[in-house]
């Protein structure tokens, strides 16, 4: 079994910063790509970074210049570094990872979600 366990979301005013933490765990062979989805309420999940294992890194327009991802391979671990917050930034954040179990077989899995809040 593998898991993704997310923290560090919470209320923020509008400016400042939170970093969000996706933990992976379990019978894992190796890890590829790791990246951050949020949803908002009444709208589709998007993704927003995404980072593959050898560091190469993806960012939706919204959120580039202000979010940083990164990951520490070595603790199965994935980041997400949230500066300059607005309140359209709200929303459950989700992480996501391409997992191997074996040499041969993986999958996508996914965190449990993390609230981040917004005010204005």
């Known amino acids: 079994q593998v898991q993704l366990v997310e923290s560090g979301g919470g209320l923020v005013q509008a400016g400042g910063s939170l970093r969000l933490s996706c933990a992976a765990s379990?019978?894992?062979?190796?890890?590829?790509?790791m990246g951050w989805y949020r949803q908002a309420p009444g709208k589709q999940r998007e993704l927003i970074a995404d980072i593959t294992s050898g560091g190469s890194t993806y960012y939706a327009d919204s959120v580039k210049g202000r979010f940083t991802i990164s990951r520490d391979n070595a603790k199965n671990t994935v980041y997400l570094q949230m500066n300059s917050l607005k309140p359209e930034d709200t929303a459950v954040y989700y992480c996501?990872?391409?997992?191997?179990?074996?040499?041969?077989?993986?999958?996508?899995?996914w965190g449990q979600g993390t609230q981040v809040t917004v005010s204005s």
């Open positions: 996501n990872a391409d997992i191997d179990v074996t040499f041969v077989s993986g999958s996508y899995y």
């Open positions: 379990g019978s894992i062979f190796s890890i590829n790509a």
